[in-house]
């Protein structure tokens, strides 16, 4: 027997998950700081011509890009199920976050480590360096401090959004690798990303203001470059596995497991198997063992019951199928104990 609800987020509310509104909030504060950093790295790159402050700028708009990619994929996660999609839409979030470490990857990463390149050809060849002779010397110097401060609140945002589930996880790495809501995992490497290039971007014209040397600016823009591939690699890969379908956390099917056991009329939970269909919805699907003296009415209320509990103790159990079965003795089935 099979019980669905027909709401978006939360199954026992109707409303939506906490971390939802979480990773919207972050994502928002992330977009509005980037559109404006963009713009005035844009400017700076224009007046002076620094490698580093185009890397960056790009750098911006691509992170621009990739939180309202973040934001459609939320809208169009809450569309209601239906014959062709009868899970819903929820993996639509994984899917942008996916297109956003794509775009991080093309757009961010290549892109730096070209202008990067093309770069040292002029350096090679002696060319005029404009951001030296230029009037503006000092405009890339300000732009980057700006942004270090606004990357900065930026970061804290997604860093108290997500604080609760990074001490639950013990770290930021096992968080972005067990999280399975990609928005703040991915907000919070691109704030990291950010603020780790604005220090080589401010190194690299620094060093150049300095020394006269404009291969600095040139390599500022090249590690730039490849930590945008290092960050964006790593999101791929978590994205390509919640794709996949990854099993619900193993705290969350103990708590199945225990509200299964709980459940009068149920015996044991004979195999369990759990997926996200999208990051607050599971679905479950578990064989039960019954006494076999139980009629068809008996068997209906049992599972009837026992949906209610997992419902009260995983409200994202979002679609849940339970057989009855009688148990073999002799079987012995291992549960995966990490996720």
């Keep these: 027997m099979a019980d669905e609800s027909a709401s978006n987020g939360s199954p026992a509310t109707g409303q939506p998950a906490s971390g939802e509104h979480g990773g919207t909030r972050a994502t928002i504060a992330a977009l509005t700081a980037n559109l404006a950093i963009a713009i005035t790295k844009l400017v700076a790159w224009l007046l002076t011509g620094a490698a580093s402050m185009l890397s960056e700028a790009i750098h911006s708009f691509a992170d621009t890009g990739n939180q309202i990619l973040l934001l459609i994929g939320g809208r169009q996660a809450k569309k209601q199920a239906n014959r062709a999609h009868p899970f819903g839409y929820g993996r639509q979030r994984y899917i942008n976050a996916f297109l956003v470490a794509v775009i991080l990857f093309s757009v961010g990463g290549l892109f730096a480590l070209y202008e990067a390149i093309r770069k040292i050809g002029d350096v090679a060849h ?43 996880h013990r770290g930021v790495i096992a968080f972005v690798r067990r999280s399975r809501s990609p928005e703040l995992p991915v907000v919070m490497l691109e704030d990291s990303a950010a603020l780790i290039g604005l220090v080589f971007a401010l190194l690299g014209v620094g060093l150049t203001l300095i020394t006269g040397n404009g291969l600095f600016d040139v390599i500022g823009s090249g ?73 068809a009415e008996q068997l209906a209320d049992t599972i009837d019951a026992a949906e209610v509990n997992i419902r009260t103790a995983e409200p994202m159990c979002r679609y849940i199928y339970l057989e009855p079965d009688i148990r073999d003795e002799d079987y012995h089935p291992a549960r995966p104990t990490t996720a």
């Design 126 to 168: 002696g060319e005029e360096n404009q951001l030296l002779s230029s009037q503006w010397w000092w405009v890339p110097l300000a732009v980057l401090g700006v942004s270090l401060i606004a990357e900065g609140l930026s970061l804290r945002t997604a860093m108290r959004e997500t604080h609760e589930a990074r001490q639950r």
């Design 223 to 295: 590690m730039i470059g490849l930590l945008l591939i290092a960050v964006a690699v790593l999101l791929g890969v978590e994205m390509q596995s919640l794709l996949l379908g990854e099993s619900a956390m193993p705290e969350v099917e103990d708590a199945i497991v225990a509200a299964l056991d709980q459940t009068p009329g149920v015996r044991g939970v004979i195999h369990l198997k759990t997926v996200h269909v999208g990051p607050e919805q599971i679905m479950v699907a578990a064989k039960i063992d019954v006494a076999s003296s139980e009629s």
